[in-house]
Protein backbone atom coordinates (compact mmCIF):
# COMPACT_ATOMS: atom_id res chain seq x y z
CA UNK A 1 0.00 0.00 0.00
CA UNK A 2 1.31 3.41 -0.90
CA UNK A 3 1.17 6.17 1.48
CA UNK A 4 2.11 10.38 1.56
CA UNK A 5 4.19 11.79 4.62
CA UNK A 6 1.84 15.14 5.66
CA UNK A 7 2.74 17.16 8.67
CA UNK A 8 0.40 14.69 11.58
CA UNK A 9 -2.99 16.49 12.51
CA UNK A 10 -4.26 17.23 15.91
CA UNK A 11 -5.69 13.79 16.70
CA UNK A 12 -2.76 12.16 15.11
CA UNK A 13 -2.07 11.83 18.73
CA UNK A 14 -5.18 12.95 20.83
CA UNK A 15 -6.43 9.64 21.66
CA UNK A 16 -3.59 7.89 22.98
CA UNK A 17 -3.83 9.78 26.15
CA UNK A 18 -6.87 7.70 27.20
CA UNK A 19 -8.43 5.58 25.06
CA UNK A 20 -7.24 2.14 26.16
CA UNK A 21 -8.13 2.85 29.81
CA UNK A 22 -11.42 4.01 29.07
CA UNK A 23 -15.13 2.31 29.87
CA UNK A 24 -16.07 1.35 26.71
CA UNK A 25 -13.04 -0.91 25.28
CA UNK A 26 -14.71 -3.92 27.67
CA UNK A 27 -17.09 -3.26 25.12
CA UNK A 28 -15.30 -4.95 22.19
CA UNK A 29 -16.21 -8.46 22.34
CA UNK A 30 -20.14 -7.62 22.23
CA UNK A 31 -19.55 -5.09 19.24
CA UNK A 32 -17.74 -7.57 17.39
CA UNK A 33 -20.34 -10.56 18.07
CA UNK A 34 -23.00 -7.69 16.52
CA UNK A 35 -21.39 -7.01 13.68
CA UNK A 36 -20.85 -10.60 12.53
CA UNK A 37 -24.16 -11.33 13.26
CA UNK A 38 -25.86 -8.13 11.26
CA UNK A 39 -23.57 -9.45 8.42
CA UNK A 40 -24.64 -12.86 8.57
CA UNK A 41 -21.93 -13.85 6.56
CA UNK A 42 -20.38 -17.76 7.43
CA UNK A 43 -17.31 -17.53 5.15
CA UNK A 44 -14.04 -15.60 6.15
CA UNK A 45 -14.83 -11.89 5.00
CA UNK A 46 -12.24 -9.77 3.50
CA UNK A 47 -12.65 -6.60 6.65
CA UNK A 48 -10.73 -3.15 6.65
CA UNK A 49 -11.10 -1.36 9.98
CA UNK A 50 -10.32 1.96 9.56
CA UNK A 51 -9.04 4.42 12.30
CA UNK A 52 -8.74 1.25 14.28
CA UNK A 53 -6.59 3.02 17.26
CA UNK A 54 -4.60 0.09 19.46
CA UNK A 55 -6.70 -2.92 17.10
CA UNK A 56 -9.49 -4.37 19.85
CA UNK A 57 -11.73 -4.95 16.79
CA UNK A 58 -9.37 -5.39 14.31
CA UNK A 59 -7.99 -8.34 16.09
CA UNK A 60 -11.23 -9.80 17.87
CA UNK A 61 -12.23 -9.84 14.09
CA UNK A 62 -9.18 -11.96 12.62
CA UNK A 63 -9.74 -14.33 15.62
CA UNK A 64 -13.25 -14.71 14.28
CA UNK A 65 -11.24 -16.22 11.20
CA UNK A 66 -11.68 -13.00 9.53
CA UNK A 67 -8.44 -11.54 7.05
CA UNK A 68 -8.82 -8.19 8.58
CA UNK A 69 -6.41 -4.39 7.45
CA UNK A 70 -6.39 -2.09 10.30
CA UNK A 71 -5.19 1.37 9.68
CA UNK A 72 -5.44 4.71 11.82
CA UNK A 73 -2.86 7.60 11.52
CA UNK A 74 -1.61 6.84 15.20
CA UNK A 75 1.90 5.46 15.08
CA UNK A 76 2.09 4.95 18.89
CA UNK A 77 -1.01 3.10 18.49
CA UNK A 78 -0.76 1.07 15.66
CA UNK A 79 2.67 0.25 17.16
CA UNK A 80 0.83 -1.52 20.02
CA UNK A 81 -1.48 -3.01 17.64
CA UNK A 82 1.26 -4.38 16.22
CA UNK A 83 2.76 -5.76 19.03
CA UNK A 84 -0.69 -6.98 20.17
CA UNK A 85 -0.83 -9.47 17.35
CA UNK A 86 2.39 -10.96 16.48
CA UNK A 87 1.09 -14.61 15.98
CA UNK A 88 -1.60 -13.79 14.12
CA UNK A 89 -1.40 -14.63 10.43
CA UNK A 90 -4.75 -12.75 8.97
CA UNK A 91 -4.25 -9.50 10.32
CA UNK A 92 -2.19 -6.25 8.85
CA UNK A 93 -1.91 -3.08 10.72
CA UNK A 94 -0.71 0.35 8.65
CA UNK A 95 -0.01 3.89 9.71
CA UNK A 96 -1.59 6.46 7.18
CA UNK A 97 -3.78 8.83 6.78
CA UNK A 98 -7.07 7.28 5.27
CA UNK A 99 -7.73 10.16 2.83
CA UNK A 100 -4.14 8.24 1.50
CA UNK A 101 -5.16 4.57 1.32
CA UNK A 102 -4.31 2.94 -1.75
CA UNK A 103 -5.30 -0.74 -1.55
CA UNK A 104 -5.45 -3.30 -5.26
CA UNK A 105 -8.72 -4.97 -3.87
CA UNK A 106 -11.84 -4.05 -2.16
CA UNK A 107 -13.42 -5.72 0.88
CA UNK A 108 -16.47 -7.22 2.01
CA UNK A 109 -16.70 -5.58 4.87
CA UNK A 110 -15.28 -1.79 5.66
CA UNK A 111 -15.33 -0.12 9.32
CA UNK A 112 -15.37 3.27 10.71
CA UNK A 113 -15.69 2.38 14.33
CA UNK A 114 -16.24 4.56 16.94
CA UNK A 115 -17.02 7.12 14.21
CA UNK A 116 -13.22 5.90 12.85
CA UNK A 117 -12.19 9.63 11.23
CA UNK A 118 -15.43 10.50 10.17
CA UNK A 119 -16.07 14.20 10.46
CA UNK A 120 -12.63 15.35 11.91
CA UNK A 121 -11.45 17.57 9.00
CA UNK A 122 -11.77 21.55 8.84
CA UNK A 123 -14.40 21.60 6.47
CA UNK A 124 -17.29 19.81 4.65
CA UNK A 125 -15.28 19.32 1.60
CA UNK A 126 -12.62 17.52 3.28
CA UNK A 127 -14.91 15.62 5.12
CA UNK A 128 -16.74 14.85 2.20
CA UNK A 129 -13.83 13.69 0.74
CA UNK A 130 -12.68 11.21 3.55
CA UNK A 131 -16.12 9.33 3.54
CA UNK A 132 -15.30 8.57 -0.04
CA UNK A 133 -11.96 7.60 0.14
CA UNK A 134 -13.43 4.93 3.28
CA UNK A 135 -16.80 3.82 0.83
CA UNK A 136 -14.95 3.51 -2.69
CA UNK A 137 -13.38 -0.08 -0.77
CA UNK A 138 -16.17 -1.73 -0.52
CA UNK A 139 -17.02 -4.27 -2.96
CA UNK A 140 -20.36 -4.24 -4.83
CA UNK A 141 -22.34 -6.05 -2.27
CA UNK A 142 -20.51 -5.58 0.13
CA UNK A 143 -21.02 -3.51 3.84
CA UNK A 144 -20.05 -0.66 5.80
CA UNK A 145 -20.59 -0.17 9.54
CA UNK A 146 -20.41 2.63 11.57
CA UNK A 147 -21.45 4.02 14.96
CA UNK A 148 -21.53 8.10 15.18
CA UNK A 149 -22.98 10.91 17.57
CA UNK A 150 -25.73 12.57 16.34
CA UNK A 151 -26.31 16.34 15.10
CA UNK A 152 -29.89 15.91 16.33
CA UNK A 153 -28.64 14.73 19.84
CA UNK A 154 -26.30 17.82 20.58
CA UNK A 155 -27.85 20.60 18.84
CA UNK A 156 -30.38 20.53 21.51
CA UNK A 157 -28.43 20.01 24.31
CA UNK A 158 -25.64 22.84 23.75
CA UNK A 159 -23.39 21.80 26.00
CA UNK A 160 -22.73 18.03 28.19
CA UNK A 161 -19.78 16.95 31.09
CA UNK A 162 -19.83 13.59 31.71
CA UNK A 163 -17.52 11.68 34.68
CA UNK A 164 -16.28 8.19 33.69
CA UNK A 165 -14.50 5.65 36.06
CA UNK A 166 -11.68 3.01 34.92
CA UNK A 167 -8.47 1.61 36.63
CA UNK A 168 -6.38 4.19 36.80
CA UNK A 169 -8.81 6.79 38.32
CA UNK A 170 -11.71 9.18 36.70
CA UNK A 171 -11.72 10.77 33.07
CA UNK A 172 -13.98 13.74 32.64
CA UNK A 173 -15.39 14.48 29.17
CA UNK A 174 -16.54 18.01 28.44
CA UNK A 175 -18.48 18.59 24.93
CA UNK A 176 -19.95 21.75 24.07
CA UNK A 177 -21.87 22.38 20.84
CA UNK A 178 -21.08 24.46 17.60
CA UNK A 179 -23.77 25.24 15.96
CA UNK A 180 -22.86 27.63 13.28
CA UNK A 181 -20.22 24.85 11.83
CA UNK A 182 -22.08 22.36 13.42
CA UNK A 183 -19.07 20.92 15.43
CA UNK A 184 -18.40 18.98 19.02
CA UNK A 185 -15.49 20.91 20.45
CA UNK A 186 -14.19 18.07 22.96
CA UNK A 187 -11.77 18.14 25.90
CA UNK A 188 -11.45 17.51 29.32
CA UNK A 189 -9.36 16.06 32.47
CA UNK A 190 -8.06 12.97 33.44
CA UNK A 191 -7.28 12.02 37.09
CA UNK A 192 -4.93 9.52 37.90
CA UNK A 193 -4.76 8.03 41.07
CA UNK A 194 -2.01 9.25 43.18
CA UNK A 195 -1.23 12.26 41.00
CA UNK A 196 -2.75 15.82 39.87
CA UNK A 197 -5.50 16.25 37.19
CA UNK A 198 -4.04 16.18 34.01
CA UNK A 199 -5.57 18.70 31.11
CA UNK A 200 -5.25 16.70 28.08
CA UNK A 201 -6.95 18.96 25.82
CA UNK A 202 -8.64 22.20 26.08
CA UNK A 203 -11.88 23.48 24.20
CA UNK A 204 -10.58 24.82 21.54
CA UNK A 205 -11.81 24.54 17.76
CA UNK A 206 -8.47 22.41 17.05
CA UNK A 207 -10.14 19.48 18.30
CA UNK A 208 -13.35 19.29 16.72
CA UNK A 209 -15.49 17.57 14.82
CA UNK A 210 -18.32 17.63 12.69
CA UNK A 211 -21.46 15.93 13.42
CA UNK A 212 -24.14 14.84 10.65
CA UNK A 213 -28.46 14.78 10.60
CA UNK A 214 -29.48 11.55 9.40
CA UNK A 215 -30.87 12.90 6.38
CA UNK A 216 -27.10 14.11 5.62
CA UNK A 217 -25.50 10.77 6.25
CA UNK A 218 -27.99 9.30 3.92
CA UNK A 219 -27.39 11.76 1.24
CA UNK A 220 -23.87 11.02 1.74
CA UNK A 221 -23.64 7.27 1.28
CA UNK A 222 -25.90 7.78 -2.25
CA UNK A 223 -23.50 9.79 -3.45
CA UNK A 224 -20.99 6.85 -3.12
CA UNK A 225 -23.56 4.41 -4.24
CA UNK A 226 -24.29 2.75 -0.92
CA UNK A 227 -27.79 2.34 0.89
CA UNK A 228 -28.87 2.20 3.91
CA UNK A 229 -29.82 -1.51 5.20
CA UNK A 230 -30.43 -0.95 8.52
CA UNK A 231 -30.32 1.63 11.97
CA UNK A 232 -29.83 1.22 15.60
CA UNK A 233 -29.06 3.24 18.66
CA UNK A 234 -26.99 1.01 20.21
CA UNK A 235 -25.14 -2.81 20.01
CA UNK A 236 -28.47 -4.08 20.85
CA UNK A 237 -30.91 -5.75 18.09
CA UNK A 238 -33.24 -4.15 20.37
CA UNK A 239 -32.18 -0.91 20.03
CA UNK A 240 -33.39 -0.88 16.03
CA UNK A 241 -34.26 2.31 14.77
CA UNK A 242 -33.93 6.16 15.29
CA UNK A 243 -34.52 7.27 18.32
CA UNK A 244 -34.56 11.18 19.26
CA UNK A 245 -33.40 10.91 22.94
CA UNK A 246 -30.22 8.95 22.34
CA UNK A 247 -26.88 10.26 21.13
CA UNK A 248 -25.13 7.34 18.94
CA UNK A 249 -26.82 6.31 15.83
CA UNK A 250 -25.39 2.99 14.22
CA UNK A 251 -26.01 2.67 10.82
CA UNK A 252 -24.78 -0.52 8.16
CA UNK A 253 -25.03 0.22 4.46
CA UNK A 254 -24.76 -1.84 1.43
CA UNK A 255 -22.93 -1.04 -1.61
CA UNK A 256 -25.44 -1.07 -5.03
CA UNK A 257 -24.59 -4.26 -6.99
CA UNK A 258 -25.83 -2.33 -10.40
Known amino acids: MKTKSKEAPWYSNYFEKCIEDSYWVKETEKEVDFILNLIGESSP?????????????????????????????????????????????????????????????????????????????????ENDALFSSCLKFVKKGGYHFTNLWRKEYFSKRKEEKTWQFNGNGLTLTSLYWDEKNSRLIHGGAQIVRGSESEIFDKLSKSSSYRLYEFKDLERILEENDLSIAKTFYGFDNSKSGLKDSERDIILLSRKNVL
Do not use: P, Q, W
Open 45 to 125: LKILDIGCGFGRHSIKLAEHGHDVIGVDINKSLIKNAIESSKNISNLEFFCTNALEMDFDFKFDLVLNLYDGGLGYLENDF
